[in-house]
């Protein structure tokens, strides 16, 4: 439910329409925390459903009508009580092993039993190459935010993405040297289980 308060904070910046909150999280957070319009629209809906936000419908001449939202005094007191972490959000705290399930590479992993040292260390070498990637991109936006003084609070949260990332290139250099030493004792045969 974090989603819709996010949205309510976009929206108590400016009023602005569903484009428009995409762009902002793009530009303001990265394009690594952005929204697709799955997540969005019905975000929206529900936040006007709960009388949090008001739309009004602006007519172009030459494009569709657009859509611009506007925070309600009933959406300003929710998004303040949020951000002060009072009240109940409706967040529940996230399940156990939420990591596992997020991550189709850590899923596989729990079957890499069943294939050969060599597809191990392959699968784990291009993980790695992901996550090496993705480390680059966000200290691209970490230089990019630190040019453009950006709020240090945004920053911190790219921080944090990027000591993740590096936290998983870590682990993910200590399962390749597992295969390597697996591959060393068993040259079993790949996709075969024992």
Known sequence: MSIDYTILGVLIESPAHGYSIKKYLLENFSRHFGVNDGQLYPSLGRLEARGWIRKRVVHQRRSPAKHLYRVTPAGNAAFFEWLSGSGDSGEAEPVRYDFYWRHAFLQRCGFFRHLGPEQVAQQGAVEL?????????L???????DQDAADPYRRMIVEYGVRYQKMRRDWLAELLEISAGSAARSPRVAGRSS
Do not use: Y
Not at 129 to 137: E, K, N
Not at 139 to 145: A, D, K, L, S
């Open 129 to 137: 190459g992901r996550v090496s990637q993705q480390i680059a991109d």
């Open 139 to 145: 200290e691209g936006v970490q230089e990019r935010m």
